[in-house]
């Protein structure tokens, strides 16, 4: 009996050993990363209206990535795609598409929300999608970030099948759904787009008529 | 001064002219960009607030009518060359990792007596508000001019608050899921045009530490680190910390330790 635990706990260690010579590099913070939350969150005014102070709230998604620095495991990963795919909700008349002027407007517009005492937005200023900060788009925008891939020829590449439509509404509204952690924020899911105006900038991608797909 | 200043006026007549000619294609901006910088680099307006600096530190002011030449940043009272490249660090008699802005204000209440809210009221500059702290800390900032940024973190509170540093620089949320390292946790990446430097890197922190406090081209004005961290929370669309707040001397102590080794080339200027 008494060998068969030792045995049982060699055989243990033989499997936990590679596994943790693999294991993640720390989370941020190590041991005081618990300290540190209570540090950032004690930073500010406490006269900040709750709105602005909600803006510190983290959900599970935001929480998790940041402990893998960005780069779960892929079983973590899934699990994060898996819980934002149900996050996605769909304009009431299911039409996916827009106009793709308002798309291209909304593409280049990187104000709005800007909060504080400092420079903040004034009220009312458009909150664009600020596409062009990380992406190319149209050719003759020349101003284009590089953070994300190039989307030019959207669909010129891609077609403009049903189901690239929705992968690009998907995306655009939750990209956590296919990309655990990436860079590119959940418009739709975080309320900074309108579903409406997710199917503007979908139309900006997919139209043929669309500068992205012209020249 | 009168020299230093035609300089700075020259220079910024250069800069408009270049700025004028940047061409949108990406090498050629960078390129111009660089011009630009050279052509300012002998005439940066940062100069005369350093000139200023200079001033306010030797002048007696305030309650206590005392200059600022006693004041500890580091390396003893009144030793200031290579003191900014130095911070932030622990100082036994406050208990705390201090930063060249805290340090500062602290002398300003304990040598000369100013009560800290008062001090701190004006801590950067608005068109036609002058910012004493602005001038003060780009003056201690050029004296570490060409020394190398040195914050080892080795004493148990510094390297406590380069973790909590680090901890803020992964830190997603708000509407738009950002953090610090969104934007700079990878290399050769640009935002539009600006290229973004990886500040988890020795070359990326470095490039990014060595020239602060800097003169921005794009604000009229020299920004502190304080400043300029605080302003990137505002752009990741957070509330704004308190100036001096531990959090953004955590960040602080986070890069510049990641930069240590790098030379300073200070005051700087920036788009």
């Known amino acids: 009996m008494k060998l068969k635990i030792a045995l049982f706990g060699l055989l243990t260690a033989a499997i936990a050993i590679p596994a943790l010579a693999q294991k993640a590099p720390e989370a941020p913070g190590g041991k005081y990363a618990k300290e540190a939350e209570q540090m950032f969150r004690s930073s500010f005014r406490t006269d900040n209206p709750k709105y602005w102070m909600s803006r510190l709230d983290q959900d599970d998604t935001m929480k998790t990535c940041g402990t893998y620095r960005d780069n779960p495991p892929r079983k973590v990963g ?37 909060i504080g005492f400092i420079q903040p937005d004034p009220a009312g200023r458009v909150r664009g999608g600020n596409c062009y900060a990380c992406h190319e788009l149209a050719k003759k925008e020349l101003a284009y970030g590089t953070i994300g891939p190039s989307l030019h020829n959207f669909s010129k590449l891609r077609g403009t099948s049903d189901d690239i439509i929705k992968y690009a509404y998907d995306k655009i509204y939750n990209s956590n759904a296919f990309s655990a952690c990436t860079n590119m924020p959940r418009f739709g899911l975080l309320n900074w787009l309108t579903p409406e105006q997710i199917t503007h900038i979908v139309a900006f991608l997919v139209d043929p008529e669309s500068p992205v797909n012209k020249d | 001064m009168i020299q230093r200043f035609i300089r700075t006026l020259v220079g910024m007549a250069v800069a408009t002219a270049v700025i004028g000619s940047v061409s949108a294609q990406d090498s050629k901006v960078a390129d111009e960009l660089a011009k630009y910088r050279e052509a300012l680099a002998d005439g940066n307006p940062a100069d005369l607030l350093e000139v200023k600096g200079e001033g306010l530190w030797a002048e007696k002011r305030g309650p206590k009518n005392a200059s600022l030449e ?11 060359d290579g003191a900014y490249a130095q911070l932030p660090k622990y100082f036994k008699d406050t208990n705390k990792v201090m930063d060249v802005e805290s340090r500062l204000v602290h002398c300003m209440v304990s040598l000369q007596g100013f009560k800290q809210e008062e001090v701190t009221k004006q801590w950067f500059s608005r068109p036609g508000k002058e910012s004493d702290i602005e001038a003060l800390v780009t003056f201690i900032g050029a004296k570490s001019n060409g020394k190398p940024i040195n914050v080892p973190a080795t004493h148990p509170e510094e390297a406590k608050m380069a973790k909590m540093g680090e901890y803020i620089f992964y830190r997603r949320s708000g509407p738009q899921d950002f953090s610090c390292s969104i934007c700079h946790g990878q290399e050769g990446k640009r935002i539009r045009l600006q290229e973004l430097g990886n500040l988890t890197t020795k070359d990326g922190a470095g490039f990014a530490m060595k020239t602060w406090p800097s003169y921005r081209v794009s604000q009229g004005a020299v920004w502190t680190m304080q400043r300029r961290l605080i302003d990137c929370m505002r752009q990741a669309r957070w509330p704004e910390p308190n100036y001096l707040a531990d959090s953004i001397i955590a960040l602080e102590t986070y890069l510049q330790k990641t930069a240590t080794g790098t030379v300073m080339e200070t005051p700087g200027i920036k788009r």
């Open chain 2, 70 to 80: 006693q004041c500890d940043l580091g390396l003893g009272p009144g030793k200031l």
């Open chain 1, 78 to 114: 899934e699990q994060i795609e898996k819980a934002n795919r149900t996050t996605i909700r769909y304009p009431v008349d299911g039409k996916l598409i827009g106009d793709w002027k308002e798309g291209e407007k909304l593409a280049a517009v990187g104000t709005g929300g800007h």
